[in-house]
């Protein structure tokens, strides 16, 4: 079982950026799949999630209307696309899958490594 996420990158305030993570091991059909972030300093936060037989998406409030996770069944990969990016966005990104969409990542089975987001000018 493997998560690999990619994607990261340094772009400037209001740009965009999309991150990839891309399951093996398992199918999509049976896990939900999360993202998470963590900035220098701070504590791991929940991003968002995606459900996995009916693709209902959740938001931190932080991210939601900017932010949009969506998933390829046929790739095994979801991604998190990421519009209008501002300084605090700076994180490591994560990718982790669960039996069910949560936003609590103590119910994660698995972990990507993660990929890195710069927002700076």
């Known amino acids: 079982v493997q998560l690999q996420a990619s994607g990261g990158g340094l772009v400037q305030p209001g740009g965009s950026l999309r991150l990839s993570c891309a399951a093996s091991?398992?199918?999509?059909?049976?896990?939900?799949i999360g993202w998470f972030r963590q900035a220098p300093g701070k504590e791991r936060e929940w991003v968002s999630s995606i459900s996995s037989s009916d693709d209902n998406t959740y938001y931190a409030d932080s991210v939601k209307g900017r932010f949009t996770i969506s998933k390829d069944n046929a790739k095994n990969t979801v991604y998190l696309q990421m519009n209008s990016l501002k300084p605090e966005d700076t994180a490591d990104y994560y990718c982790?899958?669960?039996?069910?969409?949560?936003?609590?990542?103590?119910?994660?089975?698995?972990w990507g490594q993660g990929t890195l987001v710069t927002v700076s000018s």
């Open positions: 091991g398992f199918t999509l059909d049976y896990y939900a």
């Open positions: 982790a899958a669960a039996r069910l969409a949560t936003m609590w990542d103590a119910l994660y089975d698995y």
